[in-house]
């Protein structure tokens, strides 16, 4: 029994990683996007971090990239999940810099 506990545990910490990685037509979400009230974080492995300030709240999500739906993407494990609406994937506008709105805030890409 403690030998499955342990194969059970050491499983559960694999998945924690298991993202996948962002596909070649959606190379363009790579990167590091914020405003003033939300940061979020989109490596190419398929590693996501977001924090948003709302209203005096912080929320904040770190987990695997679990899939895209249109311009959408699924971050979390299993029902452990949440899907970031994404209503203008990544553009350049009229100054060359790449922006994306992500659940109604215009995010800008950082140069770095």
């Not at 009230?37 to 492995?45: E, K, R």
């Not at 996501?48 to 990239?65: E, F, I, M, N």
């Not at 899939?67 to 203008?88: A, D, Q, Y």
Request: aromatic share 8%; net charge positive.
């Amino acid at each position: 029994m403690v030998l499955n506990v342990k194969w059970s545990a050491l499983l559960a910490l694999g998945l924690i990683g298991c993202g996948q990685p962002v596909p070649p037509d959606k190379a363009a979400y790579v990167g590091e996007w914020q405003d003033k009230t939300m940061y979020l974080l989109i490596t190419q492995d398929g590693s996501v971090r977001y924090k948003r300030l709302r209203a005096g709240a912080s929320t904040s999500v770190q987990g695997p990239l679990q899939g895209f739906e249109g311009p959408h993407f699924k971050v979390g494990i299993g029902p452990m999940s949440t899907t970031f609406v994404v209503s203008k994937p990544p553009y350049r506008d009229e100054e060359n810099q790449w922006k994306m709105v992500v659940d109604d805030v215009v995010l800008t890409k950082s140069d770095r």
